[in-house]
């Protein structure tokens, strides 16, 4: 089983097996060509992202600066804007449903390490390889669902559709349709 298998799956993997880096590596180049754009040519910038996700909808927006691992990973579903500041983690799939609003500095984790010190630290790692533990899991927002500012996403987290995080939310756990969660951890506080 290659490591990027092992990724995918959510068993521990080294992050920096040599396919892993190419595909690291390829995502920083196509990145800073898209950073490189004038915010005026909109064609140009959507074919970058198209080459750079592993799925895109017409008429996303993704402003700059905007970060990732891989790119591959994230699939964004039309209409769907991402604003300044954006980090995805996309170690393992993330999933943005369509008309989907992601406020600034919205960061999504899918990768995550054991909490012992002694089981995330491997003490005589290989030559090149990564000298700590990492697994990660998928992470889904529905459809039309409002991300706000500064908001933190967990990974193995699934949001549902229709749901609003407030801003400076901590989303530790899943979350139903159409509802309104705020703080840190994210609690339900309102239907919608």
Same mark, same amino acid.
């Given at each position: !089983?290659?490591?990027?298998?092992?990724?995918?799956?959510?068993?521990?993997?080294? $992050?920096?097996?040599?396919?892993?880096?190419? !595909?690291?590596?390829?995502?920083?180049?196509?990145?800073?060509?898209?950073?490189?754009?004038? $915010?005026?040519?909109?064609?140009?910038?959507?074919?970058?992202?198209?080459?750079?996700?592993?799925?895109? /909808?017409?008429?996303?927006?993704?402003?700059?600066?905007?970060?990732?691992?891989?790119?591959?990973?994230?699939?964004?579903?039309?209409?769907?804007?991402?604003?300044?500041?954006?980090?995805?983690?996309?170690?393992?799939?993330?999933?943005? /449903?369509?008309?989907?609003?992601?406020?600034?500095?919205?960061?999504?984790?899918?990768?995550?390490? =054991?909490?012992?010190?002694?089981?995330?630290?491997? $003490?005589? =790692?290989?030559?090149?390889?990564?000298?700590?533990?990492?697994?990660?899991?998928?992470?889904?927002?529905?459809?039309?669902?409002?991300?706000?500012?500064?908001?933190?996403?967990? =990974? /193995?987290?699934?949001?549902?559709?229709?749901?609003?995080?407030?801003?400076?939310?901590?989303?530790?756990?899943?979350?139903?349709?159409?509802?309104?969660? !705020?703080?840190?951890?994210?609690?339900?506080?309102?239907?919608?």
């Amino acid at each position: !089983m290659t490591e990027k298998e092992k990724l995918l799956r959510g068993d521990f993997y080294d $992050s920096r097996d040599p396919e892993l880096l190419e !595909m690291y590596h390829r995502a920083k180049s196509i990145l800073k060509d898209w950073e490189g754009l004038s $915010s005026r040519d909109g064609g140009a910038k959507f074919d970058l992202l198209q080459k750079l996700f592993g799925n895109i /909808g017409n008429k996303v927006w993704v402003e700059a600066p905007f970060y990732c691992d891989y790119g591959k990973n994230i699939s964004i579903g039309e209409n769907t804007f991402v604003n300044v500041n954006a980090v995805f983690l996309d170690c393992n799939t993330i999933t943005i /449903g369509k008309n989907v609003l992601i406020g600034p500095n919205v960061q999504i984790y899918t990768a995550t390490h =054991p909490l012992n010190a002694r089981e995330r630290i491997i $003490s005589q =790692p290989k030559p090149n390889e990564a000298p700590y533990l990492t697994q990660a899991f998928p992470v889904k927002i529905g459809d039309n669902c409002w991300i706000g500012g500064n908001s933190v996403i967990l =990974p /193995g987290v699934e949001i549902g559709e229709n749901v609003t995080v407030a801003a400076g939310s901590l989303v530790t756990k899943n979350i139903p349709d159409n509802v309104l969660v !705020m703080g840190a951890p994210a609690k339900i506080v309102k239907t919608l």
